[in-house]
Each structure stands twice: as C-alpha cells, then as structure tokens.
C-alpha cells in the first residue's frame, strides 16, 4: 500500500492560501513584474534606498571581470570536464551587500573579486526587513546590479508577525496556528523542539500546520519584492512547496544542507518526495539541492547521476567548500573533493558559508541579528561575504586555469 504525502486537509488548506493570495496565474505575474528592475526602483521611492541603489549601478562598472582574467591566462575549457558554479552565503540585507560592492571596487587591482553566481542571506524576513525596502534594494543590488543568477531568501517559521495575520490565515484555511503573544500586536509560534526565537536552527521545526505559516510568509515577500527563491530546511515544508507552487514556476526552492541529504538512500527519499508533485514539464519548484557536508565525492557523483535517471529537469546539486565552525567541523574543506567531481565531469555548485578563516562575524550567530543591529555591523558584516567570495573567486580561478567552466554573476562577465 501506497501512502500519499499530503492528506486532502493539507491539499485544501494550501488551495485555499493560494486563492486568497489570487490564484497561481496572478502569484507568478506579480514576481514576474517585481523582479524587473524599473519596477522594483519605482516601488523603493520614499525608501531611502534610492541613492544607495544608483551609487551601485556606478560601482558595478568598476567590478573586475572574468574575461580578463581568461585572457591574461589564455583559458581553454575542456567540455569533457564538470562546469562549476559560484555561490556564497550571508548577503544580509541592503546595507552590507552595498559595504560588500565597495570592497569589491576598492581591491579590484589588488585581490579582484568576481560576483557569485549566486547568492544567499538567512535574514530572518520580519516585516521590517520586507516592507522597509531593504529586501527590495538587496535584490536591486544582486540581482539586478551584479547579475547573480539566483539570490537565496530564508523564510523562518518563528519570526513574529502581526496577530491579525495569524487570525486571517486561520480563516483562510481552517487551521489553528499555537502562538505567544510577543507584544500588543504581534504573536509568534510556539517552538517545542529547542526552539529559539527565530526558529529552531533556522526554522526546522515544522509541526502540525506551520508549514502554511511558511508557505504564507514566502507568497507575501515574493509578490512584495519579486524575490523567488527560498531557503527550505524541513522535510514538510518540502513537500508542501512542492505541491503548493507546482503551478508557480517563478517561485522556487532551494533544499538546505541541514536536511541531512548525506547518502544516496536520503536523495532517493527527496527524489520521490519531488516526483509526487512534479510540473507537467518534467521540472519542479526545487531549484537546487545541498548534499551534506558528510558526503563524500563518490556519493555527489551517484546522486547527480540518480537526478539524470529520474528524468527531473532543472535541480542543481550544491556543496559546501568551506563551513564556519559553527555549522560544522573546524577546519572543514571540500576544494579536493570538488575537483574529483567536476573531474568526472559531474557540474556542481560550490558553496562558501565561510573561506576558512575563523573571522570576526563568519559565524551563524551574525544571521540572526537583529534589523538595527545589521545595519551598525554592515562594513564588518561585508567584510566576510567580501572574503567568501574572495575565495570563491581564487578557488574558481583555479578551476579555469584547469579547463574547467566556471560561472559567476554577469556583472563580472
């Protein structure tokens, strides 16, 4: 016997969010129109962010780039070999993205920097952070700006939020949401399982209905900012997203490491869980996958080659090159092992959450400050994503001077 991963009450409640928030066709329209550039500078008017904006349009045009580099080494690719993608974390908010942007200009002679292909930030999404318009400026900025192919957003289900809103998605779907009240107006989830504030690691826990909360939140900010991809760090919000957006091809998910993905028995598991709500063109809302830090080449190689198997299009694979010690083992390094996967002619996303060194800020505690806070520690804060993509960006030199394809942001192209 066969059991289904969602019961029709799931199915219902996400339907019915999904029409109060008007329907797939406008959800997908709405990231479509916000993710233009015009429009998300138009919608940033009476922000504040509108110099800070222009400024990086005149920054970008100072960034190195990597056909210079090609050039000066006389690069060829071998098309025999796996092509590599940039991605480094804790592009967090506006501020410290633009600190990051003046670095990179300050140093481009001396140590240049290309912009990662993509980018990720794991600010906790109050309403201040969405609706302020410093999300819609760091979008400006990443995506717009720099060229990153994908900006990573992290939905945690702990964030407090406005009581009315609980109330209102209650109604919607028929669901009961178990809540603190934190102030006059605002309440947030009650978090058994080691629950911190934001969440537990990141937003783990997802039990009864909460998933919905999640799902709730990621609809509200992708029609605010055109922002269309989010971290996913638990098994049901996996499959709720998976079913949820099956008719939203521009909003999108990306698998976080935390779910343990350490073995080929795991990746089957999250294979399935994908093929049960997979689109009608063979692609689904799971953009890219993170393979645990625990495994290792031989095991990234299989699971690529289970991904082709299965006939699922457009999943990327990803894995950490360097972790702070806080996420994981001290002085952990996967260049090595990256080189015998692309070696095999495997592609991969090479991740930085750290470039190795046990800098100030380079750890997870710096994701979970507070909206004030990031904004006094912007330069340190920039600082370390200045490094992580410095890193990224010597590591993926090498990878070219190997005859491996690499990507990065066009801004650097």
Same mark, same amino acid.
């Given at each position: ?8 009450r ?6 019915a ?53 090609e050039?000066?080494?006389?690069v ?21 993205t ?34 302020s ?5 760091t979008? %400006? ?18 964030i ?5 809103r609980?109330?209102? /998605? ?17 309440s947030?989830? =009650? ?21 919905l909360?999640? /799902? ?21 919000? =996996? ?32 294979l ?5 709500? =997979? ?22 190689i299989? %699971? ?15 894995a ?9 083992m ?25 470039d190795?060194?046990?800098?100030? /800020? ?39 001077k ?12």
């Amino acid at each position: 016997m066969k059991y289904q991963l969602l019961s029709e009450r799931d199915m219902k409640a996400m339907d019915a969010l999904k029409k109060f928030h008007g329907g797939a066709k406008k959800i997908n329209d709405t990231i479509a129109f916000m993710k233009k550039f015009e429009n998300r500078k138009k919608a940033l008017k009476g922000t504040g962010f509108e110099e800070m904006v222009a400024d990086a349009e005149k920054l970008i045009k100072k960034f190195p780039k990597v056909a210079d580099f090609e050039k000066a080494n006389k690069v060829k690719y071998s098309n025999k070999l796996g092509i590599a993608r940039s991605q480094v974390s804790g592009f967090q908010g506006a501020y410290v993205t633009y600190n990051f942007m003046k670095k990179v200009v300050k140093t481009a002679k001396t140590h240049p920097v290309f912009v990662p292909a993509e980018m990720i930030a794991v600010v906790p999404m109050t309403d201040h952070y969405v609706y302020s318009g410093d999300l819609l400026a760091t979008l %400006c900025m990443t995506e717009n700006i720099m060229g990153a192919q994908k900006y990573c957003s992290t939905n945690l289900i702990g964030i407090p939020q406005p009581e009315k809103r609980f109330k209102e /998605l209650e109604k919607v779907t028929g669901e009961k949401f178990e809540r603190n009240k934190i102030d006059k107006e605002n309440s947030a989830l =009650i978090l058994k399982n080691q629950g911190t504030f934001f969440g537990n690691f990141g937003g783990i826990e997802v039990a009864n209905s909460n998933y919905l909360v999640y /799902l709730d939140g990621v609809t509200r900010y992708a029609k605010e900012t055109g922002g269309d991809f989010y971290l996913n760090p638990s098994w049901s919000t =996996i499959i709720a997203a998976c079913y949820y957006a099956k008719d939203i091809p521009n909003l999108t998910f990306k698998v976080s490491m935390l779910l343990s993905t350490q073995t080929t028995m795991q990746f089957r598991m999250l294979l399935n869980i994908i093929n049960e709500y =997979i689109r009608k063109d063979g692609t689904t809302p799971i953009y890219e996958i993170n393979i645990g830090n625990g495994a290792d080449p031989d095991t990234f190689i299989t %699971c690529a080659k289970e991904l082709k198997k299965s006939g699922i299009k457009g999943i990327s694979l990803a894995a950490h090159m360097r972790i702070n010690p806080d996420l994981g083992m001290a002085g952990f390094n996967w260049t090595d092992k990256a080189y015998k996967v692309l070696e095999s002619g495997t592609d991969i996303t090479y991740k930085y959450e750290s470039d190795g060194t046990a800098r100030e /800020l380079d750890t997870m505690a710096a994701y979970f400050v507070s909206d004030d806070e990031r904004k006094k520690l912007a330069e340190k804060i920039g600082d370390v994503i200045y490094y992580k993509s410095l890193k990224a960006t010597t590591d993926g030199m090498d990878f070219m001077k190997k005859g491996i394809k690499t990507q990065f942001g066009k801004g650097s192209l």
